[in-house]
């Protein structure tokens, strides 16, 4: 066997002696075998070896301990405890002769952490000790830039998925269509549905949706349902379907077939009152154990045979980053000129680590509402007769509105009509063959959230009112024709976070399309039958919905992240394509895989969570395939 390289440090690794086959996700995941001499060397008891023992690099305050039997082994090691990670880890322990380690660099216990579990607080998470907080370039032009932070990201076990607003939808099969140039015909809608469905299981409690809705989860450990119909929402409710109905925006329940068009009451990955993170899926698995609280630094590659052997780790500290892409430069893969300047030994030139920065820009706008209709006064004014009454309902078994994550309300419009009257869209479409350059195969061109109150997760740069009811619109971009951002190296030291560019409105057309996506919304509320009548202003100014040239102003203004970033790993036919194949094995490297956001493609045409349990479940089943000797 060879000998493995240590990069950036003099450490030996004495471990894992004989490594199988590593994945990376998140950061990492490694499959190991033959560990009983390393166990045997280590054992202080008979039954107990002490975390510190197995990664000599964590200098953890606590000592974390794993149990394992005199002859057990470790099967796999997963590095990041989030989405994708712990579904991963999740269905590798589906043997139950099989024991999988998970590496998190968040706290551990999510499902115990009530601001994690209460869906009404995940706004308030932003910023906490649960958001890695990244420092992020949104606008980067010649004549506008703007740097933000933070750009939140989860921390905690379950990742992103533990701090996230819950929607959960699929995505448009024409869209998925176009990942086929990257990872051929496997990677397309129909071969994809059944893993859609298979992370979650729907339930309809009340019966008020149509049956067949049921085949949305498949039995997998995250229970996802329609929003909780509380009743101090519903004339927000009917008054947003009624003008949604006269405007001629179509109203529908089926989003899930392939067509997202129309307004929908959202499925969320909350049932009965609690979030459904995705902590779940490893909770009360006895044969995966969590090590919260670490983070990988840099894996480890045998530099003569480009194998991956196992990474580094360090304890925890408050600084975060887009890791995947991160990690794989700071051991040696990512492009030669991105290394060379940080002078990190190039072990693959691979030109895609860290390009193809995908994310969805989206411009909230707030709008002031009569006092019966908006859930302020419930949940953001402490000390308030309605807060102590949602306080109280939720107490009593999770009900009422602090069960509620808001997004109940969400539209996937296209807006042609408004485009058309853009002498620039309409060039845009003339040049490319009379076809919509934003979504040729039917997708929306949007997704509009409908919040009934004042979200200050996507309104962070005003005050949060002290009186008054509120309803946040976010106006999110679903198919942005911008060049896509990237990540580079900050630094050779992994705790610093690398440098990110969202590249936002690099091209003028996402502008225009923003500005009129606000204009629809606005006609929505503003001229819909009922709802106009109680739109009391505007907060915290005036939207300038007449003057284009101020629009561009607000839309590079105001203009934040959708939460969505994806892609600096893309799948890919070949290293000149992208990083991993469509096996999610990283290109020219053996033994290592990519199963997150980063390998997606092509931005699905909607919130993007749905796609990450589906890219995970599928990477499950493949990493089970090449190890049939364990999954029969
Ligand atoms: C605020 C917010 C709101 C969102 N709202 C929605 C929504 O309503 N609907 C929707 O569909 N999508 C939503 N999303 C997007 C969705 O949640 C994410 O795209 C998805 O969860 C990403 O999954 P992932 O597995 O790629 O990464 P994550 O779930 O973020 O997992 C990464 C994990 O790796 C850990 N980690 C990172 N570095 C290291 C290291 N070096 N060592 C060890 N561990 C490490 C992290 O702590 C984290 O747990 C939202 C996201 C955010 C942030």
Known sequence: MPKPRYLGTSASWPLLDEIRESFLLIVGLYRTKAYKSFLSSTQTSPHDIAISQLLPHISTPNIHKISVQDDTRLDFIVVGGGTA????????????????????????????????????????LRNSKYDWAYKTTMVKRD???????????????????????????????????????????EWTWDPLVPYLRKPATYYDDEKAYPEE????????????????????????????????????????????????????????TIYQGRRSGNFLSVADKSNVTILPEVHSKRLIIDEASRTSFSLLVKSSSRKGFFETPKLLMLSGIGPAPELAKHSIPLIVDSRWVGQNLLDHPGVPFVLRVKDEYGMDDYILR????????ALNAYS?????PMGSGFLELVGFPRIDNYLERSPEYRAAKASNDDRDPFCPYGQPHFELDFVCLFGSAFQWHYPTPSEGSYITVMVDLVRPVSEPGEITLNSVDPLQQANINLNY?????????????????Y?????????????????????????????????????????????????SRNIQQGVVDPSLKVHEVNNLRVIDASVVPVIPDCRIQNSVYMVAEKGADLIKQDHKDIYA
């Open 505 to 521: 409105f690099n091209n003028d057309l996402d502008i225009i399309a923003i500005r009129e996506g606000i204009r629809y919304a």
């Open 213 to 268: 809705l049921t085949k949305i989860g498949g039995g997998g450990p995250i229970p996802i349902a329609h929003s909780a119909l509380i009743p101090e929402m519903q004339p927000f409710r009917d008054l947003l379907t009624e003008a949604c109905k006269s405007t001629g925006h179509p109203i529908t329940e089926n989003i899930f077939d392939g067509t997202m068009l129309g307004l929908i009451h959202s499925v969320n």
């Open 85 to 124: 990670g712990n579904t991963v880890a999740g269905r590798l322990a589906e043997n139950p002769n099989v024991r999988v380690l998970v590496l998190e660099a968040g706290v551990g216990n999510s499902k115990d952490i009530e601001e994690i579990r209460t869906p009404a607080e995940a706004m308030q």
């Open 523 to 571: 006609d929505i509320l503003k001229h819909g039958e009922g709802f106009q009548d109680i739109v009391l202003g505007k907060y915290p100014w005036k939207m300038p919905l007449h003057d284009d040239e101020l629009m561009k102003r607000t839309v590079l203004d105001r203009s934040q992240t959708s939460f969505h970033p994806c892609g600096t790993a893309r799948l």
């Open 143 to 185: 004549d506008y830039e703007r740097i933000e932070k933070p750009n939140t990201r989860g921390k905690a076990l379950g990742g992103s998925s533990s701090l996230n607003y819950f929607t959960w939808a699929p995505g448009s099969k024409g869209t998925y269509g176009m990942w086929e140039e990257y990872g051929g015909k």
């Open 396 to 400: 009593k078994g999770y009900g009422g």
């Open 382 to 389: 402490k000390g308030t007769p309605k807060h102590d009454h």
